[in-house]
């Protein structure tokens, strides 16, 4: 996370009972110049503490963030069995993109990774590098 502070991004931790319960960050979807106004977000809840709003919390500071800084496009890629967090991100106005199939292998499983994202206002005057 040092090298996401270093680049500019954010870094959100959510405490709660003197413990770290959440945390979400974005960074860049790809390294290319030509993607720099994408970004991709990840958002993680301990357990325990799931349904208590954290999730979008954290979501909603990083979409103000991401609009903020100018860019275009924010983009979760999401488990595509995990229908809270899919629900939660059609909640702030994600759309499905795409679905990769058999993207990871977790819990002795393939996993399908289903892309959700959100268009921001962007950047007044984009540039190209």
């Not at 319960?21 to 325990?48: D, L, M, Q």
């Not at 595509?80 to 977790?106: C, D, P, Q, V």
């Not at 996993?111 to 206002?121: C, G, R, V």
């Amino acid at each position: 996370y040092n090298q996401k502070l270093d680049q500019g991004y954010p870094i959100l931790v959510c405490e709660q009972d003197n413990r770290v319960v959440g945390f979400a960050s974005f960074g860049p979807f790809r390294a290319w110049p030509a993607y720099k106004y994408s970004i991709e977000h990840s958002i993680y809840v301990n357990r325990k503490y799931r349904r208590r709003g954290i999730g979008a919390s954290l979501l909603k500071e990083l979409i103000t963030i991401a609009t903020e800084k100018g860019y275009m496009t924010l983009i979760g890629g999401i488990e595509a069995t995990n229908e809270k967090s899919i629900i939660m991100h059609k909640n702030f106005g994600f759309t499905h993109s795409g679905t990769i199939e058999k993207a990871g292998f977790k819990f002795n499983q393939w996993l399908d990774l289903a892309f959700y994202q959100l268009l921001l206002n962007g950047p007044e005057n984009p540039i190209e590098d």
